[in-house]
């Protein structure tokens, strides 16, 4: 069993230095480490194998969470004490929760996921605010996907603000990292999946595919950027751009709130009688 250090770590250890330096990118890539903030973060970390290496928590949190502190323990995380000058100087939140995890890198390689044959899938292409990734790759993960690809184009998914705005999907189902567009398309449409574009001047609306019944299949949905949406040689690249009606006065949806709808219309209709995962088509 791994001990929690006895003492409070001091602000000056190499320890502390070294999770604060992976705040920044540079960083991350070259220790392949992440920071994981927060109780619900920690929670999934501790559970995901050996991904949790190192955790620092404050003496009333390590109380409060009690629970997670032994659950980092058996996955065999070294435990610090710290105080809340630590934590604040480690978080990249306003307000620390008291918990702060050090993780592995665990994005899956592109091949794998093709060779898994995923029915659901979201494409990240071109998407640059880490807030809208997490909060896609979270709703995936709410919806059934069984990955996320992020093309080489957009955010990079150990961002603090991505990690936390997932609210511990990351560590929940395979996301591959750095895939160039034409690749992630070429690849997924190789293994049986319908490349779906999601747009708001989209040419086929989705109220329409699915009364047509043709979102039964696997299907891969490709999101663009916040600002100006999906290049016109990435929307090319797909089977059809899709966009999700407005009903209302509303001038448009924001990505995260589109990539909900359109991955909760795949999967109703992949789980509806002929769809890709009915019981019949087990």
């Not at 747009?199 to 600002?227: I, S, Y």
Request: aromatic share 4%.
């Amino acid at each position: 069993m791994v001990p929690v250090s006895p003492e409070l770590i001091s602000p000056r250890s190499h320890r502390v230095a070294a999770a604060r330096r992976l705040g920044r990118r540079n960083f991350r890539g070259k220790e392949r480490l992440f920071l994981a903030e927060g109780p619900q973060a920690v929670r999934e970390a501790a559970a995901h194998g050996d991904t949790l290496v190192e955790l620092f928590a404050t003496v009333e949190a390590a109380e409060r969470y009690a629970d997670i502190i032994g659950a980092a323990r058996d996955a065999g995380a070294r435990i610090h004490l710290a105080s809340e000058d630590v934590i604040a100087d480690i978080s990249t939140t306003v307000t620390p929760q008291g918990l702060v995890g050090v993780c592995r890198f665990l994005d899956t390689p592109f091949q794998e996921i093709l060779a898994a044959r995923p029915k659901l899938v979201a494409v990240l292409a071109h998407v640059r605010d880490p807030g809208n990734a997490g909060t896609v790759l979270r709703c995936a993960d709410a919806a059934g996907a069984e990955a996320v690809v992020l093309t080489d184009a957009s955010v990079d998914l150990y961002n603090p603000k991505a990690v936390r705005a997932s609210v511990g999907s990351l560590f929940h189902l395979p996301v591959a990292v750095g895939v160039p567009v034409e690749q992630a398309v070429s690849g997924l449409r190789d293994a049986g999946v319908r490349l779906l574009a999601a747009d708001g001047a989209g040419d086929r609306d989705l109220d329409d595919e699915l009364d047509k019944g043709t979102m039964g299949g696997p299907t891969a949905w490709v999101f663009g950027n916040e600002a100006w949406g999906l290049p016109e040689e990435t929307r090319a690249l797909t089977d059809a751009v899709v966009r999700v009606p407005i009903h209302g006065k509303a001038e448009s949806l924001n990505l995260a709130t589109a990539a909900a709808v359109c991955l909760y219309a795949s999967a109703r209709a992949q789980r509806a009688a002929g769809g890709c995962r009915s019981v019949t088509g087990n």
